[in-house]
């Protein structure tokens, strides 16, 4: 696949960021439900009037129609736009960094599903094994397909030894406190690690630490304010997401930086 390196990779991928946010708001709202995210075409929850294909452009048509439903003026929730603008700016990033490449590839599509899983973690502390491993499947395909290509199957087995590693570490404390760490956690750390992996050990130490410094700070700061309490669980997942798509989107320096500095 040729590189199409800054800004012409970035619009291109941030474009399809939008289609691709669209997408991503029917598997936040229908996979928790159990619902087919096929069909029936998207409708208004109030009205069950059927989404206009005009009235379903990512963002746009939120602001023609002022945010609320063309047929019986139910409002519109502000997330929806909000996704699809979200996903539009990781993919612009993501193109930006790597152009139009295997290795952009793979990570837009770990970058989609990340996103979809933080929120659906966030809403319902729920981390649905069909979105974790059909994102691990894809973006195995991509990245299988960028190592044959470029003969660079060595970075394929730091992946994978990137994924079974905190996998393993997850597992164990899964295993030991199912109460301090949900399964779904275990399966998204294999996952987050297999893509951060593709992109380098650094990269995978780093999501996952701020993760960690992510939900701790979050979780002290709840605690502080009489919101929580010490057995109060919280949205881990979301952390997780947050801290792999930190890591794909500014990683790099803080790699680099550590590399030079151990290699001293």
């Known amino acids: 696949m040729a590189v199409a390196p800054g800004v012409i990779a970035a619009l291109l991928l941030g474009a399809f960021g939008l289609v691709i946010g669209s997408f991503a708001n029917v598997v936040i709202y229908r996979v928790p439900e159990g619902r087919s995210i096929v069909k029936p075409p998207s409708a208004c929850p109030k009205c069950g009037a059927p989404v206009r294909p005009l009235d379903n452009i990512p963002v746009l048509s939120w602001f023609l129609l002022g945010g609320r439903c063309r047929d019986c003026k139910a409002p519109i929730s502000l997330r929806y736009p909000a996704v699809e603008a979200l996903t539009a700016l990781v993919f612009l990033g993501v193109g930006w960094r790597f152009g139009v490449s295997w290795t952009g590839a793979g990570q837009a599509v770990l970058a989609a599903g990340l996103v979809m899983l933080g ?36 970075r394929l087995g730091i992946a994978a030894i990137c994924a079974l590693v905190p996998w393993a570490l997850f597992f164990a404390i899964n295993f030991v406190s199912p109460k301090a760490l949900g399964f779904g956690d275990v399966r998204l750390a294999l996952l987050i690690g297999f893509g951060l992996g593709w992109l380098g050990a650094g990269y995978a130490f780093f999501g996952f630490i701020v993760a960690s410094v992510l939900g701790a ?13 010490r057995r109060t669980p919280i949205p881990f997942g979301t952390f997780l997401a947050a801290g792999a798509l930190t890591a794909v989107l500014f990683g790099a320096p803080v790699v680099h930086w550590y590399s030079g500095f151990v290699n001293r």
Do not use: F
Request: glycine share 10%; net charge positive; charged share 10%.
């Open 217 to 229: 700070l979050v979780g002290v700061t709840l605690i502080a304010l009489g919101k929580a309490g």
């Open 119 to 154: 929120l659906i973690d966030l809403d319902h502390m729920l981390l649905p094994r069909r979105v974790v491993y059909t994102t691990l499947t894809l973006v195995a395909a991509v990245l299988i397909a960028g190592a044959a290509s470029g003969s660079q199957w060595h």
